[in-house]
């Protein structure tokens, strides 16, 4: 776990390679030295929690360096943003979702609701025009953390409630309105994809904002 984590701090910036690495440090927490059966829901929930924190980090800090952009004039994806995606998808995805499935009266995301919503509303309310659908996936997987952080850490997510409706509802407007300029202009493929990552994007906010 340690190995793997050092590579993560390193200047890779192949988005795949990145997610592998996240979910093996992922596995390799949840299984080290052979306890999986042996934890109680609370040590389980606390080693979680020290992922949740972990990939969080990792996305402030590269994010705080030179800033989570989109893609460039040409359409490559920034690493800043291959980076994001891995964490979010093969690291804080899997323990928020677990964390979220514990039992209710553990709140066992209260925790994490703070340094996660302060990664993951920065990408949720992105004001970048026509965004392509390699960052509308990065809204997705941030949506589908957000939803999973407000169930797990439901407890203190009612004095957050006002900053996350802002971020969501700028969200969904910005992608509805992206869907619509793009329907006037026409339907290509490019278009095409673009056109149902934003419709992915705003179905899945409006959803989001109702959970919030």
């Known amino acids: 776990s340690d190995v793997v984590g050092l590579a993560l701090k390193t200047s890779c910036s192949d988005s795949i390679a990145l997610s592998v690495l996240c ?10 030295q052979g306890l999986l059966e042996t934890l109680n829901w609370g040590e389980r929930a606390e080693r979680l929690r020290k992922i949740g924190i972990a990939m969080f980090e990792a996305v402030h800090k590269s ?3 030179s800033g989570i952009k989109g893609e460039d004039d040409i359409g490559n994806v920034s690493s800043q943003q291959a980076y994001a995606l891995s964490a979010l998808l093969g690291g804080a995805h899997p323990a928020l979702s677990e964390l979220a499935d514990m039992p209710d009266e553990s709140a066992a995301s209260v925790e994490l609701v703070r340094p996660g919503l302060a990664v993951l509303l920065p990408i949720i309310d992105w004001d970048m025009p026509r965004m392509r659908v390699s960052s509308r996936q990065l ?10 952080l407000m169930l797990g850490g439901h407890p203190i997510v009612p004095r957050h409630t006002g900053k996350i409706v802002a971020g969501l509802l700028g969200c ?10 793009m329907k006037r202009i026409g339907r ?8 149902e990552a934003a419709s992915a994007v705003a179905s899945l906010g409006l959803h989001t904002t109702h959970v919030a």
């Open 188 to 195: 290509d493929g490019d278009c095409n994809a673009q056109i």
């Open 63 to 65: 994010s705080y360096r």
């Open 23 to 32: 979910r093996v440090r992922y596995e390799l927490e949840m299984t080290h």
């Open 172 to 181: 969904v407007c910005r992608a509805q309105k992206d869907l619509d300029l």
């Open 139 to 148: 809204q997705l997987t941030a949506l589908v953390c957000l939803e999973e």
